[in-house]
């Protein structure tokens, strides 16, 4: 007579088993194959994502040469809260540019020599040449912004600043700079979930900073600044475009879409379709008026 087997023992391929043991592997491998799926599926969808950006990236470099051939200017700033994903936008408006012809510029804290200097000289010594574009990650609006919000600047060269910037801009666009303002708008929950993201990712975690982490905080001060800055200055000259940035990659897309779309350029496809989504791209105009309509109606401003 055949040996009965123990209730907790189970026989696979000739094999006895301890039966909680196959159950929990068996659980493993499913949390692993649904692991594997997960990431098959976010490779897949980042990958297209990425394919979807390379036609308006390969018109960037249709207006690298535009600008070269025409011994243009161009200036692109990217402004906006900690984590509004400027510096990913970056990334992908550069990834496949001429690099003889571009520059990102990221400048620090400014020197001892340089809080002697004016104020605008640090950028200006970065401008680009004829056919050149430079892209200022953060750019003299530091000044209306964080220098404003955590007392880097004193009252008298936050005004002096206010009131010298347009005309400055208005400068620079008449002797035939491209000037390309961009404002990366994120909600205040998205904020806290990257900069969640960076505090927990070893591979993310150089990006906190000790403005990022006061940032949550001082909300209504940024929002306060961001109204103020648009309010004097967005101009017929240089306009603010805001990019609504919580979804990072229609983000990008549409702000290759403003950059591209900012030069009469003739070179490029004509059957790509440079149309903005204007849930993603608002004017700053269009902006200011949401925010003072919200400012009415709840004693504040928000975004």
């Not at 493993?28 to 308006?56: M, Q």
């Not at 574009?133 to 955590?150: G, K």
């Not at 910037?165 to 035939?176: I, T």
């Amino acid at each position: 007579m055949a040996e009965e087997m123990s209730p907790d023992k189970i026989e696979v391929d000739g094999k006895t088993l301890n039966l909680e043991n196959y159950v929990q592997e068996h659980e493993e491998l499913l949390k692993e194959n649904a692991n594997l799926k997960a990431s098959r599926k976010k490779a897949i969808r980042r990958y297209r994502r990425e394919e979807e950006l390379k036609p308006f990236q390969a018109e960037l470099l249709k207006l690298q040469q535009f600008l070269e051939a025409r011994q243009r200017r161009m200036i692109i700033l990217f402004e906006g809260r900690d984590a509004a994903g400027k510096g990913g936008t970056i990334r992908r408006v550069t990834r496949y540019m001429n690099e003889k012809h571009y520059r990102v510029v990221a400048l620090g804290k400014p020197t001892e020599e340089q809080k002697t200097q004016w104020y605008y000289q640090k950028y200006v010594s970065q401008f680009p040449r004829a056919g050149e574009i430079v892209l200022f990650d953060r750019s003299w609006y530091n000044r209306a912004m964080v220098e404003r919000v955590f007392n880097f600047c004193s009252e008298k060269e936050y005004y002096d600043f206010m009131r010298g910037v347009v005309g400055f801009e208005r400068d620079l666009v008449r002797q035939d700079t491209i000037l390309v303002k961009l404002y990366f708008s994120v909600t205040k929950d998205e904020q806290a979930r990257r900069f969640e993201r960076r505090r927990t990712d070893p591979l993310r975690q150089w990006k906190l900073s000790e403005v990022d982490l006061q940032a949550q905080d001082r909300w209504d001060d940024f929002t306060n600044m961001k109204y103020e800055m648009l309010k004097r200055t967005h101009t017929v000259d240089a306009p603010w475009t805001v990019v609504r940035s919580n979804n990072k990659h229609l983000a990008r897309l549409n702000a290759i879409k403003t950059i591209l779309n900012s030069a009469p350029c003739e070179l490029y496809d004509t059957s790509l379709d440079f149309a903005l989504d204007e849930n993603i791209i608002v004017s700053g105009s269009r902006e200011l008026e949401k925010m003072e309509v919200e400012r009415v109606r709840s004693g504040k401003i928000s975004a």
